[in-house]
């Protein structure tokens, strides 16, 4: 059976797998992401080495970073997390190893993953929002990951909804990502750690905000802690105002929620659904579904497999 390697590069760490054809996933590892670009490369090295003497059949290497990615080139164009920004990535790893290799952007890996084997499976118009620090997401279109001119679309986080807003990771103000992420649920902890010393969130953490996390809100939240419930809702509110504008942008069939913050968002589907419904023009599409993802940590390494088998139905 054929397999692909399959490698996710995040700002703290590189998960790899080793992926069949009908999407099994054989063995998977991670390592903590260096901190210099050579460091990175002699990473990857040992993991394709490791994986190629382990397995037969490997058909390439898909790989997705945290970064904007030119695709066609398999060069990495910004990387504000990683020691890869300007780097010819593909070009690197051709020169040491007789094996096919893409590279794309995490998000758009995820999506492609949920394309192929996840909640995406079957649409041909659908959009996915990966929510975790930040805010990233895919665009398929007829069947296909739509990336732009440049490589650069969907870029749903860096949606300004706010110009006097809070600075985001990009340097702008008032980012989508800057209200609806992880990053957001803990800067509205740590403003009510402060401004509500008496909260059961406060006292947890002794009234210091730097020690609360996003985490710690979503599992207060999910105890039923009102102050945790209203940042979990707001941030919620946030995100639907987003995915209505989406919706009315894109058209999709459904709306596939995934990353590190996914899991906690069922507590404010209401408040997302809600907001998303409020702005959408179209009466037809006031029902679209809005799911979160069922793959977890897996769908940017499954996309990642699907950039080598080239299954992006057509
Ligand atoms: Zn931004």
Redesign the pocket.
Same mark, same amino acid.
């Given at each position: 059976m054929n397999k692909a390697i399959a490698v996710d590069i995040g700002g703290t760490k590189i998960s790899w797998a080793l992926i069949t054809d009908d999407y099994a996933i054989l063995t998977r590892r991670q390592v903590m992401t260096p901190a210099t670009t050579s460091d990175i490369f002699t990473a990857l090295e040992v993991i394709i080495t490791e994986a190629l003497a382990s397995y037969d059949d490997i058909l390439g290497a898909g790989i997705g970073v945290a970064g904007m990615v030119d695709n066609a080139a398999g060069k990495i164009v910004a990387a504000p997390n990683l020691a890869l920004a300007g780097e010819p990535l593909k070009q690197h790893l051709e020169s040491k190893f007789k094996l096919a290799f893409n590279v794309d952007n995490d998000a758009n890996c995820a999506v492609l993953g949920e394309l192929l084997s996840g909640a995406g499976r079957g649409y041909r118009n659908f959009i996915g929002l990966t929510v975790g620090t930040g805010l990233g997401g895919g665009i398929v279109i007829d069947g296909r990951l739509y990336r732009g001119a440049k490589g650069a679309a969907a870029e749903f /986080? #860096?949606m300004v909804i706010d110009p006097n807003g809070p600075v %985001? /990771? %990009?340097g #702008?103000r008032g %980012?989508l990502?800057t209200k609806a992420s992880g990053t957001a649920i803990e800067r509205l902890a740590k403003e009510t750690v402060v401004a509500k010393t008496k909260s059961a969130l406060s006292r947890s953490v002794g009234g210091d905000p730097e020690i609360i996390t996003g985490p710690m809100v979503a599992k207060a939240a999910r105890a039923g802690d009102t102050e945790a419930v209203t940042i979990m809702t707001e941030v919620g509110r946030w995100l639907g105002l987003g995915i209505g504008n989406f919706i009315n942008i894109l058209d999709p069939e459904v709306v596939v929620v995934g990353g590190g913050v996914a899991s906690s968002l069922d507590l404010v589907m209401d408040p997302i659904i809600e907001s998303a419904r409020r702005i959408v023009i179209d009466p037809r599409s006031r029902d679209i579904p809005i799911v979160i993802s069922q793959l977890e940590n897996s769908a940017g390494l499954l996309g990642a497999a699907g950039l080598i088998f080239g299954l992006e139905p057509s």
């Open positions: /986080g #860096h %985001c /990771g %990009c #702008h %980012c990502e």
